[in-house]
């Protein structure tokens, strides 16, 4: 299940269960968004990204939702593996300028 | 290929030294990127770079932080006269120059640098 408490939200799932990430965004003229992961001790790694002008994109695995009425943007992680425990991190950014980071969620996937 | 690269990955220094951390870009890029990140926090914007030019260093605290992306050689982010609350892990990412309205901007992150203030 999902708990918010002085810590990362946290999300725990079962090896091979489908994992739904959310993240509420700020600024609605925000017109470009990205996921990080980011393992301990251990820099972001992109994941992947979509633009205001789709509201899905696929990858491998991943699939990026991004719903402007409500500013919410989800990641979902097919068949979910111990190895993408991580912190998930989604930024967005407005035009030119730099990436707003949100809080990150904590994803534990036990076997 | 190497990535982007950082270091030291970890420095302590006492209150009232100063901190040099370094970032070498990807190879071919041109732009660099740094970032602040405090225990189970998302990564704050500090300063943008091209060689020998800051783009924005909107994020950067007015007082005893600069940075340098020289023509040769890696980028810097100096902190002068570090203080406690100056302890966090510090990321960099690079870019190659893409062009307005570029995307996978900060695609390429480096492993950052933990520094550690007693």
């Known amino acids: 299940g999902e708990s918010v408490g002085l810590h990362l939200p946290t999300l725990s799932v079962q090896e091979g269960d489908n994992s739904i990430i959310n993240c509420a965004y700020s600024?609605?003229?925000?017109?470009?968004f990205i996921w990080y992961k980011q393992e301990s001790g251990k820099g972001p790694q992109f994941i992947i990204d979509?633009?205001?002008?789709?509201d899905k994109r696929q990858g491998q695995r991943v699939t990026v939702l991004l719903n402007k009425t409500v500013k919410h943007l989800s990641l979902q992680i097919a068949a979910t593996q111990p190895g993408d425990s991580a912190v998930y991190f989604c930024a967005e950014r407005e035009g030119y300028s730099t990436l707003t980071f949100g809080k990150g969620t904590m994803l534990l996937v036990s076997p | 290929n190497a990535g982007v690269m950082q270091n030291p990955r970890h420095l302590v220094r006492r209150r009232g030294q100063e901190a040099r951390l370094r970032c070498s870009p990807m190879k071919g890029h041109s732009h660099v990127y740094w970032y602040r990140q405090l225990p189970e926090e998302g990564l704050k914007f500090m300063v943008y770079?091209?060689?020998?030019?800051?783009?924005?260093e909107s994020g950067m605290p007015k007082e005893r932080f600069s940075a340098e992306f020289p023509k040769e050689g890696p980028s810097i982010l100096r902190i002068q006269q570090v203080v406690r609350g100056d302890s966090a892990a510090y990321f960099c990412?690079?870019?190659?120059?893409?062009?307005?309205?570029?995307?996978?901007?900060?695609?390429?992150f480096g492993q950052g640098t933990r520094l550690t203030v007693v």
């Open positions: 600024n609605s003229a925000s017109d470009y």
């Open positions: 770079l091209q060689k020998e030019n800051i783009i924005d």
């Open positions: 990412a690079s870019s190659p120059y893409l062009g307005e309205g570029a995307v996978n901007t900060e695609a390429f």
């Open positions: 979509i633009r205001s002008n789709m």
